[in-house]
């Protein structure tokens, strides 16, 4: 295996260039991926990457091939084949627990406007759907309800047996509620049921009002500024990518927590929430970067103006009619977003990434190539365990004693 020490500086930039953005040492102390192995299978972008068990994750990208892989020890498992163009989308259906039948299957859309479900133990194709009138863009799991949907210029929603459903109204669930995000910076809650808004994010450029000040006019923004990239949720915050920065938008609260404005040199291309209050990000200038979200006490501030012209940056904000939410924001508590660790290894974008909380981390690139993240410090660990354990089979370790 490559051992590799990351080092997580880059080239000073000159006078007339001075970004924002936040860098940090050679010594990155909290970052555990200090060794990387290189995995090559594809000839083209890699986009996607899907988990299928605790020790196996798929690939496909732009070659139309989908490669499995053992995630413990980067061996190439399996390789379909059987799309014509480009992949543009691959998700996994889980066994129902009830089934005897364990087997994981992939369903992966191409834009030679077809879905194919194969066999993730063998690589057999199951079945292959080719009734779509354009391409297949997106694909998801209703685990509860134990259907998938399929995204182009028709929504579809299919059961188990790949029967198309015409009608949803058996959905009975109360609190099912999704979250959309556009390249105009809109970010939007909704309840599953009657498509309601249950919440709207408009400013996610601008979290941090001005207090007092005649704000900048700004008639137009640039789109790879306020662009949603990717988002993820839990329980308490939606985690979203929004043109190079990234931000936490509270549900409870209804506002941004916590925000990094310049993540990245380029476009913020997909997150993840990991463990531990932790947030890793990969971008478009090649770079995988891990983040610490950590409280702090917020200062006294003024809410964002609203209304349609102090949504363009008209006008100054009215101190009278902004002082009962100031006063509720007072003791709230915010966060910040620090960096802990950056992962330099990739010549090109970074498309996506998955991490295995026993194996490490996984990013698909540009350059064609799939990267094995492993902690440093537990695979020389395993490696001194797995020495001791041949001594001990050879004899060699009591001769020694």
Known sequence: MLRWLIGGGREPQGLAEKSPLQTIGEEQTQNPYTELLVLKAHHDIVRFLVQLDDYRFASAGDDGVVVVWNAQTG?????????????????????????????????????????????????????????????????????????????????????????????????????????????????????????????????????????????EIKLCQKSNDISIHHFTCDEENVFAAVGRGLYVYNLQMKRVIACQKTAHDSNVLHIAKLPNRQLISCSEDGSVRIWELREKQQLAAEPVPTGFFNMWGFGRVNKQTSQPVKKQQENATSCSLELIGDLIGHSSSVEMFLYFEDHGLVTCSADHLIILWKNGERESGLRSLRLFQKLEENGDLYLAV
């Open 75 to 215: 061996e190439k498992l399996l390789e379909l084949n059987g799309h014509t163009q480009k992949i543009t989308a691959i998700i996994t259906f889980p066994s129902l627990e009830s089934c005897e039948e364990k087997n994981q299957l992939i369903l992966t859309a191409s834009a030679d406007r077809t879905v194919i479900v194969w066999d993730s133990d063998t690589g057999r194709q199951v079945q292959r759907i080719s009734c779509f009138q354009s391409t297949v863009k997106c694909l998801t799991v209703l685990q509860r309800l134990d259907v998938w949907l399929s995204g182009g210029n028709d929504l579809c929603v299919w059961n188990r047996k790949l029967d198309l459903l015409c009608k949803t109204s058996y959905l009975s669930d109360t609190d099912l509620s999704f979250v959309t995000g556009s390249h105009i910076g809109e970010l939007i809650i909704w309840d599953a049921l009657d498509w309601t808004m249950q919440a709207y994010e408009r400013n996610f450029w601008d979290p941090s009002p001005q207090l007092d000040t005649q704000q």
